[in-house]
């Protein structure tokens, strides 16, 4: 008899996997909950009210791809992602289970996005950096690009005054800084270093500084909006940290053309910034305010059309919009199959009200 498809959060016991285990619950939905720590998964189920629980550790690659059957949808947070990410990846595909991950981690959702034809082989979807990075980018770039279709570029920025960031979090950002960035140039994604540039956005009444990144929205929108030449992506930093961002990106973009201090450098980061340490309370987040801001412009660089979305904690919002996408999959909710953006996945008519619900709002 075949098993009825599920949805699978895989890193359940860490901040972020907690956050949307409680989402899914709370949505009436019965997730699996997987991860590595047999006692910490019966806790959490225990807290949960008696969810069903499996054991899975990326280094046991085999046991990763034993909590998938096919039509099974997977949401995994297991980061670092560069580090860590791999299997669940692999599983998803072998299994023919959709792939939802919480990554913010841009090579990790480049690589993601290059097993698009094994994907829609497949038959199913791989959705990558479907949280606060960067669901709420894609949505206000689409929704500036709605109202003008004829451009050919579009900046997106994202901004959190006195963010709190999670163990994880941190671990994923020292993992980046000895990777190779990219950009969308022409019409096509090309090698960038990050912070190679800087720039102000206008929100909420103030002149915000931001230093470009590798996101999603490179990636994702260009097959969305096949008009766009140009797409770049900030991270809202204070000047003097943006400036510093753009030195250090030098010095780690040198030390990891030599092999050997790359190692020594990665290894010293990974002793030095463990991940699933905890992150911001809840009253810490009941306290953040978040904004993305996407910018749209004609050949001539003049700017056809700008949308800003507020919202509260990335981390609540990461929680509740993977779980509303990890359930809408389950439902049949998903437009298409290969790797997807948040819009080719489920359409502006869904996106919006569901990223609204979560906490992000025009």
């Not at 669901?135 to 690009?145: D, H, I, Q």
């Not at 092999?259 to 809840?282: C, F, H, I, M, W």
């Amino acid at each position: 008899m075949t098993a009825m498809p599920k949805i699978v959060v895989f890193g359940a016991t860490g901040y972020t996997g907690r956050l949307i285990a409680e989402n899914l619950i709370a949505r009436g939905a019965a997730p699996v909950l997987a991860g590595r720590n047999a006692e910490s998964l019966k806790k959490l189920a225990e807290e949960s009210g008696g969810a069903e629980t499996a054991v899975a550790d990326v280094a046991d690659p085999d046991s990763v791809r034993a909590l998938l059957d096919t039509g099974d949808v997977l949401v995994t947070t297991v980061g670092p992602f560069l580090r860590y990410g791999g299997p669940a990846l692999a599983a998803a595909l072998a299994a023919g289970a959709h792939y939802f991950d919480s990554t913010g981690e841009g090579p990790f959702i480049r690589r993601v996005f290059d097993r698009d034809q094994e994907a829609k082989a497949a038959g199913v979807a791989l959705v990558s950096a479907f949280g606060f990075d960067y669901v709420p980018g894609n949505l206000a770039a689409a929704l500036a690009l709605e109202q003008a279709p004829e451009a050919t570029r579009v900046d997106v920025g994202y901004f959190m005054p006195s963010p709190g960031t999670s163990g994880g979090t941190r671990a994923s950002i020292a993992g980046m800084l000895f990777e190779h960035g990219f950009a969308y140039r022409d019409g096509a994604i090309v090698p960038e270093r990050s912070g190679a540039r800087v720039r102000t956005f206008d929100v909420a009444g103030k002149t915000l500084t931001g230093v470009s990144i590798p996101g999603s929205e490179q990636l994702a929108l260009r097959h969305t909006y096949p008009g766009l030449r140009r797409v770049d992506v900030f991270l809202g930093l204070p000047p003097a940290a943006a400036r510093g961002m753009q030195v250090t990106s030098l010095v780690t973009g040198a030390l990891a053309r030599v092999a050997p201090a790359r190692r020594a450098a990665e290894y010293a980061l990974s002793r030095a910034v463990p991940g699933s340490t905890g992150g911001p309370s809840a009253e810490a987040r009941a306290r953040s305010r978040t904004w993305a801001v996407a910018e749209a412009y004609d050949a001539a660089d003049r700017v056809l059309a700008s949308v800003t979305l507020t919202g509260g904690d990335p981390y609540d919002f990461t929680g509740a919009i993977l779980a509303w996408g990890a359930a809408t999959a389950l439902d049949g909710g998903l437009l298409d199959t290969g790797a997807l953006g948040p819009v080719s996945a489920f359409g502006l008519e869904a996106l919006t009200p569901a990223a609204a619900e979560a906490g992000f709002t025009r």
